[in-house]
């Protein structure tokens, strides 16, 4: 099976790369390396059923050259900044929706027969319930990312019933994990590598999500699509989170003592009652009973994956 994956040199593209090509499909990426990195997916470059292709996708040609004769669109490729929204919107609106458009020309085009696309927690907003489960309504996103990501999943449940590109969606809790290159823990490291002293805590520290770690991710997904195929729907809606949450103060304790320094905290207040940025969500945790009624359920809860994700960070962070 051909398979086309955008973003594929991303953080949580490049891990799905490795998967794929372990299980011995013929894998493409596209990736315009604006936020990838060939390094994440060096060990492939060389390999036979492996293809990179260097393009943006806000081009349809681009789009159009990278779909052609796959069978399965992994469609990863984005800006995953929430916090930008306030600066560019039009960038959110162009990384997020526009290259989704284009994808799907191009998946009509080419008789492409399933998408999988990544979508975030962020489109609920600041859910009343929670966990927040996939049919929560109203889907009322705060963030110009959020917003982004439902306007391309509503594109691809048009396209997909009207074209029948069978099509599933994932609405992802915080990922994270060895190779991302953003997020908290990502800057927590970086703060304290420039003054072990003392740490910035954007907003009020209370902020309480929940984090997935990208192995649990990546198998979850592949775990989910191959249920998706046996079955009939079109379109299908699954959150991939964690069971439970943890603060952004909990997750400065553990990056601190991971690091084995005992920083001063500071707290910056930030905007709206405590967020780190407007458009932040404050509280998060998805409902994964649907996820765990097919048989899928994370490894690590958030206080492990975090651990782990700090251990890997300082391993391969320069
Ligand atoms: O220096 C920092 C950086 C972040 N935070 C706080 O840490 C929390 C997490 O922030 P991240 O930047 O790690 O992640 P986001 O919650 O903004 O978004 C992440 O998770 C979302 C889904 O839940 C999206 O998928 C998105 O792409 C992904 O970056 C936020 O409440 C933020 O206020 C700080 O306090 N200080």
């Not at 990195?37 to 260097?54: A, G, H, P, T, V």
């Not at 609106?93 to 998946?107: D, P």
């Given at each position: 099976m051909r398979v086309l994956v955008t973003?594929?040199?991303?953080?949580i593209g490049s891990h799905l790369v490795d998967r794929l090509m372990e299980q011995g499909y013929d894998v493409r990426v596209v990736d315009d390396l604006s936020a990838g990195?060939?390094?994440?997916?060096?060990?492939?470059?060389?390999?036979?059923?492996?293809?990179?292709?260097?393009g943006d996708l806000r081009d349809l040609e681009v789009a159009e050259e990278a779909v052609k004769g796959a069978e399965v669109v992994f469609h990863l490729a984005a800006n995953p900044e929430v916090?930008?929204?306030?600066?560019?919107?039009?960038?959110?609106?162009?990384?997020?929706?526009?290259?989704?458009?284009?994808?799907?020309?191009?998946?009509?085009?080419?008789?492409?027969?399933?998408?999988?696309?990544?979508?975030s927690s962020t489109v609920y907003g600041d859910a009343k319930i929670i966990p927040t489960p996939e049919d929560y309504a109203p889907l009322e996103p705060i963030s110009v990312y959020g917003g982004a990501k439902l306007a391309a999943e509503a594109l691809i449940s048009g396209y997909a019933h009207t074209f029948d590109i069978r099509s599933l969606v994932f609405r992802l809790a915080n990922i994270i994990g060895e190779r991302s290159n953003h997020g908290v823990i990502y800057d927590f490291i970086n703060k304290l590598k420039a003054d072990p002293n003392r740490l910035e805590i954007l907003g009020d520290g209370t902020q309480r999500k929940s984090y997935l770690h990208v192995s649990d991710t990546v198998e979850g997904m592949?775990?989910?699509?191959?249920?998706?195929?046996?079955?009939?729907?079109?379109?299908?809606?699954?959150?991939?989170?964690?069971?439970?949450?943890?603060?952004?103060?909990?997750?400065?304790e553990i990056v601190s003592k991971e690091m084995g320094l005992n920083p001063e905290f500071y707290f910056t207040g930030g905007v709206?009652?405590?967020?780190?940025?407007?458009?932040?969500?404050?509280?998060m945790r998805l409902s994964i009973e649907k996820a765990k009624s097919k048989g899928w359920k994370p490894k690590m809860n958030s206080y492990e994956a975090v651990r782990r994700t700090v251990q890997e960070l300082l391993r391969t962070l320069k």
């Open positions: 973003g594929g040199a991303g953080f990195d060939l390094k994440n997916i060096e060990r492939w470059l060389n390999s036979e059923n492996f293809e990179f292709i260097k916090r930008i929204g306030a600066q560019s919107p039009e960038l959110l609106y162009e990384t997020n929706v526009l290259i989704t458009y284009n994808l799907l020309e191009a998946m009509k085009k080419e008789k492409v027969k399933y998408l999988v696309f990544t979508s592949l775990y989910l699509f191959e249920k998706f195929i046996e079955e009939e729907k079109v379109y299908d809606v699954y959150n991939l989170g964690s069971d439970d949450w943890i603060t952004v103060r909990e997750i400065a709206d009652g405590g967020r780190g940025w407007k458009g932040d969500v404050k509280f």
